[in-house]
């Protein structure tokens, strides 16, 4: 198993460009999720979906879309890239378990914004 | 409002020394928490969790973490720490207002540089 992947590793965008990080997930979990992460500030929520269908705002949703294309595959768009868009970028998943709420976590997308 | 507070920016310790890395919580209901590690460069990894039982949690790596309800803390520590376990540590909690969410409450991390 891959467990979490997630594509690219690196990006550097100017202000105004899009573009779409790609996660994906190998271990036939229900629930995924897209956080940022900036120095100080801890891991932030995104977005989420709970389950294939579904998705809901987190914390910090402003700037973004996402689209949870399958199971597997939860996508997190930047419209309009702006410089407070520069952070890490990490995507998540978590089995469909009432008792579970661990997440597992891909390596991350690091983005700069220009 | 609920909350996971982690004190401590940054912890050293000489290696071979017991290491803690603190976690004080605020919840509504009873607390599920769990313990995360980010090695550099690298994602979350889970270290461990505390749901229900014995107050004293074992993981991953040869870390455990202390239960303490009357504190409302949940302490990692490791008897005798290594040069590798230096990693930003993360504290996280149940979000009961989350419902069938499942999601988590974070703690902004602790850095934790072991010395050799």
């Known amino acids: 198993n891959a467990g979490v992947t997630q594509t690219p590793k690196f990006q550097v965008l100017k202000t105004g460009q899009s573009m779409t990080l790609q996660c994906a997930q190998d271990?036939?979990?229900?629930?995924m999720y897209w956080y940022r992460q900036d120095p100080g500030m801890g891991l932030r929520l995104i977005y989420y979906?709970?389950?294939?269908?579904?998705?809901d705002k987190g914390e910090v949703p402003n700037g973004y879309n996402v689209s949870r294309l399958n199971k597997r595959e939860f996508s997190l768009r930047l419209e309009s890239a702006a410089p407070s868009q520069t952070s890490v970028y990490f995507c998540a998943s978590r089995p469909f378990d009432i008792f579970t709420y661990e997440q597992y976590f891909g390596p991350g997308t690091r983005l700069t914004v220009t | 409002a609920q909350s996971v507070a982690q004190p401590e920016d940054q912890v050293n310790v000489a290696e071979g020394n017991p290491l803690t890395v603190k976690c004080t919580y605020s919840?509504?209901?009873?607390?599920?928490l769990f313990w995360y590690v980010q090695y550099p460069n690298r994602g979350l990894q889970f270290l461990l969790k505390y749901i229900t039982g014995d107050n004293l949690v074992k993981g991953s790596y040869g870390f455990e973490a202390e239960f303490n309800k009357s504190q409302t803390s949940f302490h990692l520590k490791k008897p005798s720490a290594l040069v590798s376990d230096s990693a930003l540590y993360f504290c996280a909690v149940r979000d009961y207002n989350a419902g069938n969410n499942r999601k988590l409450i974070w703690g902004l991390g602790t850095s934790l540089a072991v010395n050799p």
């Open positions: 979906s709970a389950s294939e269908g579904t998705t």
């Open positions: 271990m036939n979990h229900n629930s």
């Open positions: 919840v509504s209901g009873n607390p599920y």
